[in-house]
């Protein structure tokens, strides 16, 4: 995987994307204003990066992983509509980083 130094969320689609996961990791965590996602150009389509409190990455992730799955499922069906494949990466923000 290469990442492009700008992220992708210039482009009116991936930032809509952004917002559909963004709403969605904002209506299960504790922390909503912790709550980041960057999206980056991947290949042939695009990674958004979601980042978390690391209190609430277990809300985001759920149980064996159902709730990032479904997570998943809502972003490829969004995705087959716009004909451009999102993939989602969840990311603990270690403390050392929420700080600076």
């Known amino acids: 995987m290469t990442e492009v130094e700008a992220p992708a969320a210039a482009d009116p689609l991936s930032k809509s994307m952004v917002d559909l996961v963004k709403e969605i990791a904002c209506a299960l965590v504790d922390s909503p204003d912790s709550v980041e996602v960057v999206a980056f150009e991947d290949g042939e389509g695009t990674l958004l990066r979601l980042r978390v409190a690391p209190t609430d990455v277990g809300k985001v992730i759920g149980k064996q ?7 998943r499922t809502i972003l490829s069906a969004a995705s087959m509509k716009q004909k451009h494949r999102f993939g989602l990466d969840i990311v603990e923000d270690s403390p050392s980083q929420a700080t600076a």
């Open 65 to 71: 992983g159902r709730t990032a799955r479904s997570i």
